[in-house]
């Protein structure tokens, strides 16, 4: 079984800064795209930021410039540092993965529990 274990959420005030890390284990032979999306109340799940094996990234509009996200291959852990957080930034972060087990199964998409960042003074 895979698992994608998040940490580093936690209240902050605004203008403040988090970093979340999400940590892959389990029996798996390949990580493709890993990304972090976010679901505030009342609202649908949204993306915030994907990586490829490669290094390639996407952001979502809303936290250009303020978000990066990163990851050590060699970890299996994708990173996501979050600088001048607003309090619109606030919900739960889940970290995403799309994984294959073994050589000769699809390729499938794995989710964290999510951690729960809150902006506020």
């Known amino acids: 079984q895979v698992q994608l274990v998040e940490s580093g959420g936690g209240l902050v005030q605004p203008g403040g800064s988090l970093r979340l890390s999400c940590a892959a284990s389990?029996?798996?032979?390949?990580?493709?795209?890993m990304g972090w999306y976010r679901q505030a109340p009342g609202k649908q799940r949204e993306l915030v930021a994907i990586i490829t094996t490669g290094g390639t990234t996407n952001t979502g509009d809303s936290v250009k410039g303020r978000f990066t996200i990163s990851r050590d291959n060699t970890k299996n852990t994708v990173y996501l540092q979050m600088i001048s957080l607003k309090p619109e930034d606030t919900g739960v972060y889940y970290c995403?993965?799309?994984?294959?087990?073994?050589?000769?199964?699809?390729?499938?998409?794995?989710w964290g529990q999510g951690t729960q960042v809150t902006v506020s003074s």
């Open positions: 995403n993965a799309d994984i294959r087990r073994y050589a000769w199964s699809r390729d499938e998409s794995v």
């Open positions: 389990g029996s798996l032979i390949r990580i493709n795209a």
